[in-house]
Nanobody
Framework: QVRLVESGGGVVQDGGSLRLSCAAS????????MGWFRQAPGKEREFVAG????????YYADSVKGRFTVSRDLTKNTVYLQMNSLKPEDTAVYYC????????????????????WGQGTQVTVSS
């Protein structure tokens, strides 16, 4: 059974920083691409960032490029999302997820390619 648990969300002021963590069990990141998504009230879930199973290739949505950094620690089977220069429009529930296919090199931004999801962690950026 695959289980993902996010942590690190909270309330931060405009321009502040947060680091989200996603601890996994039942699946190793060295075989599966991991993604971060977010969903704001009244909006659809959107891709934020991802790290390929090889650990070297990362992906970012244009809206967060240059501000967010995704990384992983295989010894802890944990993926991180460092979020800097946060803006009110970053306010959302953030989810981590793991792709359904191992060693996949195809699309990474489509939520349908991910089969296991965490429970989400709330990030609120106040202006």
């Amino acid at each position: 059974q695959v289980r993902l648990v996010e942590s690190g969300g909270g309330v931060v002021q405009d321009g502040g920083s947060l680091r989200l963590s996603c601890a996994a069990s039942g699946r190793t990141f060295s075989s599966y691409t991991m993604g971060w998504f977010r969903q704001a009230p009244g909006k659809e879930r959107e891709f934020v960032a991802g790290i390929m199973w090889n650990g070297r290739t990362t992906y970012y949505a244009d809206s967060v490029k240059g501000r967010f950094t995704v990384s992983r620690d295989l010894t802890k089977n944990t993926v991180y999302l460092q979020m800097n220069s946060l803006k009110p429009e970053d306010t959302a529930v953030y989810y981590c997820a793991t792709q359904r296919r191992g060693y996949y090199t195809g699309t990474y931004y489509n939520s349908g390619e991910y089969d296991f999801w965490g429970q989400g962690t709330q990030v609120t950026v106040s202006s």
